[in-house]
């Protein structure tokens, strides 16, 4: 079984992220996490959102439960408002796609060394 150093497993590594961003998958979630930031809708619902959010926390402080579920009740419409814009809703799809993508990588490396340490400390006990 050939030994490889912790130098060249991380520099395969590497080689392996860099062919994950080369993906259509990752390309098409940069080009959607672009147009999402230059959207001045999103930016601004955004904006309005932090403002609201800092007035939350003000209320909450001062006890002021009414005006609180108020404001977190316009937070959230505001969130929904955002979550329905098509180019949102691209964007998390393609977050999910590629977030898939990764997990499966994980989980293939995961269980092929699992399954060689299982390997080799099998052949070990046969002898």
């Given at each position: ?88 809703s691209e964007f998390k799809e393609s977050q999910e796609i590629v977030n898939d ?27």
């Open positions: 079984m050939a030994k490889f150093t912790r130098e060249e497993i991380i520099e395969r590594t590497e080689q392996l992220a860099k062919m994950i961003r080369e993906t259509e998958e990752v390309e098409f979630y940069q080009r959607a996490e672009k147009q999402i930031n230059q959207n001045q809708k999103v930016n601004d619902r955004i904006a309005q959102i932090k403002k609201l959010q800092k007035q939350a926390v003000n209320l909450q402080h001062y006890g002021k439960i009414a005006a609180l579920k108020d404001t977190e009740a316009k937070i959230d419409a505001l969130q929904k408002e955002i979550d329905e814009l098509p180019i949102v993508m990764l997990q499966m990588v994980t989980k293939t490396i995961a269980e092929t060394v699992e399954t060689e340490i299982l390997s080799s400390n099998e052949k070990t006990k046969e002898q």
